[in-house]
């Protein structure tokens, strides 16, 4: 038995004519009365019978139309919601810390997205450790995030290095420290600071930068609103730290190096226990080929 068989079938009882189900379907006659000896000889019974010219079905061919209607609808329902599957849009769940990403991702997205025009980039804003940790409880499919010592990935990761990218310290030209051509953090002791939260790399590796000295450093706010940090910043006597590719058209804000500098590597992981699907792995070969500079 085939749904093509089926088909022939149910609509000659709907139009209770082979040459009329012939007609609809766009086959031959012979086709459709083959199909029905066909589903005849399969079920060794007589489905349909001529009355006066006209096609009838027997009581075994009602109950196989009703049958086959149903299975035909579901096939019909089936094939509509597999056309839908194949032609939605497709989903790539990545998580981003927030400064990494606003302004490394607008440099990507774009050319990405050129060559698949049917992804839907879902961005989760995520500090670099909980970054990991969701990539690993496969909640995200990729992370894109930042690390001071490669040597310190989990071992379950696995990850592309990018680039490497340096901490400055930020504040606006009438601050006291503006005219510093680099900063130590002797040099903030007493300064008012903005930091990011605790979840954050970034406020790690500080926190860590003045405990090894035995400062107890002057923090104000924390926040990881990147908006919020630079209207704070430029209307007070705070610093923050930042990353310069955030402030190429801001006049009213500096970044100077720190003494000694801070790297972090810039890096694409994803669970290398899990097989990527196929756009999570494209995504990861086009980082591989664009090459990039964020040194």
């Known amino acids: 038995m085939k749904l093509v068989q089926l088909l022939y079938f149910v609509t000659t009882i709907k139009y209770n004519s082979i040459t009329k189900a012939a007609k609809k379907l766009y086959v031959s006659q012979p086709a459709i009365s083959n199909a029905i000896k066909e589903l005849e000889e399969e079920f060794d019974t007589t489905l349909l019978i001529r009355n006066n010219n006209i096609i009838v079905p027997t009581e075994a061919g009602l109950y196989l139309n009703s049958l086959a209607t149903s299975l035909l609808n579901r ?8 056309k839908s599957f194949v032609n939605k849009k497709e989903v790539l769940k990545i998580g981003i810390p927030p400064m990494l990403g606003a302004f490394l991702m607008p440099l990507i997205i774009d050319e990405f997205s050129k060559a698949h025009p049917k992804i839907e980039v879902d961005l989760v804003e995520l500090g670099s450790y909980e970054n990991r940790k969701k990539v690993l409880e496969n909640e995200i499919d990729l992370a894109l995030t930042v690390v001071d010592d490669l ?43 903005l930091l990011m939260k605790e979840d954050t790399l970034q406020s790690h590796v500080i926190s860590q930068e003045f405990e090894n000295r035995n400062i107890n450093p002057n923090i104000k706010i924390r926040t990881n609103q990147l908006y919020t940090i630079k209207e704070i910043v430029t209307n007070n006597k705070y610093g923050a730290f ?14 100077i190096p720190l003494n000694p500098p801070i790297k972090f590597d810039i890096i694409l992981a994803w669970n290398k226990k899990i097989n990527l699907d196929k756009l999570a792995r494209e995504f990861v070969n086009f980082f591989k080929n664009i090459k990039f500079q964020i040194d």
Request: charge should be negative; avoid cysteine; glycine fraction near 2%.
């Open 151 to 193: 040597t310190k990935i989990n071992s379950n990761l696995d990850y592309l290095v990018l680039g490497k990218i340096s901490l400055l310290f930020l504040v606006n030209k009438k601050h006291p420290l503006a005219k510093k051509e680099s900063i130590s953090f002797e040099d903030l002791e007493n300064t008012p600071l």
């Open 75 to 82: 096939a019909q329902r089936l094939e509509n919601d597999m």
């Open 242 to 255: 930042f990353f310069d590719y955030l402030l190429k058209d801001d006049d009213n804000l500096i970044t």
